[in-house]
Each structure stands twice: as structure tokens, then as C-alpha cells.
């Protein structure tokens, strides 16, 4: 439920004559009081400063300035508001997501997936961040520092932000570091909550977190994966279950809250 309607700023390379299909479809969600357009990387720090956003969608191809430099400059801007930035763009290089998410981006959703698609996923994604008030283990904890410590831990280990199962394994986090008997019950409950939040079933959230942790064992940062994994990168162990990785997780945040 949300508190209130919510400010989103599209910054994307397209001609401002010409109508946004992200716009477009930003504007006709029920929880957005209105969609702005820059389509001039220069412009987009003043933007924001004069519309306070809740929410900045940052294509990475801008003209005059991209959204890299962008990210940089609105990390030592001093700002009345900050925007949560989600990063929406149709690179996929992995080192170019890596650096946008370092730089301040809360989250990368691929411009592939479909205007409306992307536009839904914004609006869940500010949810999740803006919401405070959460108690985890006895403590109060903001949502938003919840959330960009989980993204700390995965891009730690080197897991691809731009793989399908980065955004399910940090909701799956979310979820089990605020109710760990969810640990227990993954196929039961975990999975369908995930599945139902993402319109898809669980044997895909199951199959995608699985190739995600793959692709980290197979290209991830080895001596974090040691560190915090150990007896799990042998040779003879393989990579760990996706519950073990889940449940391990859990625990690593739980302690460094």
C-alpha cells in the first residue's frame, strides 16, 4: 500500500517531441502523480533538483553527458532530495552495470523487457526501498539500508547485477533476513511469495536464483566466495544448494546489522 503518489523523472535518449513509451506508462499506473522527461544528459541534475523526484529512471546513453558522469555528479551534488536511481538502459555489459550500481544506482532493470514491464518494476522497486520502520532481529532498521547492504554482500561476491536472479535473490533476502522461519519452508512459501511478486511460477524463481549463483561460482569474486563460504568452493563441494547460499546469506546480514 502506498503512502502516497510518487514523482518519477525518465532520463532517456529520445526525441523530446515525440512521445515516451516509458513516459507513458509510468504515467498510467495508479500509484505515479506524474512522469517527466529529460532527454538531455546536462539537464538531468537541475531536473531533479527543481522536480525532487522519488524516483530518477537513468537510461546510461544520454547525449552531452551519459549516465555514468551522471551518477558521479549527483553523488557530490548537494541536493534537497535524492532521488532513489534506478538504472533502465539496453547495456548489458556487466562491468558497465557494476560500476552504475557503485556509483548510487539502487537497482538495473534491462530497457529489453518492455516499457511497461520496466515501469511496474520501478514502482515495486521504490516501494521496497522507501519503506521504513522494519525490525530485524529486535533492532530497528531502515528498509533502504536493508536493502543496499544485500546489494553490498552480492556485488561483493561478484554476482552479475544484470542476471534475472540478482533482483530474486535480493528480494528472497529481504524476506528472509525479516522472518527466517522462511529458511525452512523455501519451496512451500519463499518461492511462490517470489514468484507471485514477479508474475512468474516458482520453478523458474527456483531456476533462475540457481543459474545466478552458477555464474557467481563460475566468474565471481573467488576469495569473498572463500571467505564467506569456505568448505563451498572446492573441488569436490561445487557451488552450494540454493538454499545453503540463501540461508548463509541470511545470516552473514543478520550479523552485520
Not at 143 to 150: A, G, Q, T
Not at 187 to 199: G, I, R, V
Not at 242 to 247: D, G, H, L, Q, T
Request: aromatic share 4%; net charge positive; hydrophobic share 45%.
Amino acid at each position: 500500500m502506498y503512502k502516497k503518489k510518487i514523482t518519477v523523472l525518465v532520463a532517456e535518449n529520445k526525441d523530446e517531441n515525440c512521445p515516451s513509451a516509458l513516459q507513458q506508462a509510468l504515467a498510467a499506473l495508479p500509484e505515479v502523480e506524474s512522469a517527466h522527461l529529460v532527454t538531455n544528459g546536462a539537464k538531468v541534475q537541475s531536473e531533479v533538483r527543481g522536480l525532487r523526484p522519488d524516483v530518477l529512471l537513468l537510461d546510461l546513453v544520454l547525449p552531452v553527458l551519459d549516465g555514468l558522469e551522471i551518477l558521479k555528479k549527483l553523488q557530490t551534488a548537494r541536493l534537497p532530495k535524492m532521488p532513489v536511481i534506478i538504472v533502465s538502459t539496453a547495456i548489458s555489459r556487466e562491468a558497465i552495470i557494476d560500476e552504475a550500481i557503485r556509483l548510487g544506482a539502487a537497482y538495473y532493470l534491462p530497457k529489453a523487457a518492455g516499457a511497461k514491464w520496466v515501469a511496474r518494476r520501478a514502482v515495486e522497486v521504490y516501494s521496497i526501498i522507501s519503506s521504513d520502520g522494519i525490525v530485524v532481529a529486535g533492532k530497528p532498521v531502515r528498509n533502504s539500508e536493508l536493502c543496499r547492504r544485500i546489494a553490498g554482500r552480492l556485488n561483493a561476491l561478484g554476482m552479475p547485477p544484470n542476471l534475472k536472479g540478482y533482483g530474486l535473490l535480493k528480494s528472497a533476502l529481504c524476506h528472509t533476513v525479516r522472518d527466517n522461519s522462511m529458511l525452512a519452508s523455501l519451496t512451500k512459501e519463499l518461492y511462490p511469495l517470489l514468484a507471485e511478486e514477479n508474475n512468474t511460477v516458482p520453478a523458474r524463481v527456483e531456476r533462475v536464483i540457481r543459474n545466478a549463483i552458477e555464474a557467481t561460482w563460475e566468474r565471481g569474486n573467488i576469495e569473498a566466495i572463500h571467505e564467506l563460504f569456505g568448505y563451498a568452493v572446492s573441488e569436490f563441494r561445487g557451488r552450494p544448494t540454493n538454499a545453503e547460499f540463501i540461508a548463509r546469506m541470511t545470516d552473514d546480514i543478520l550479523l552485520h546489522l
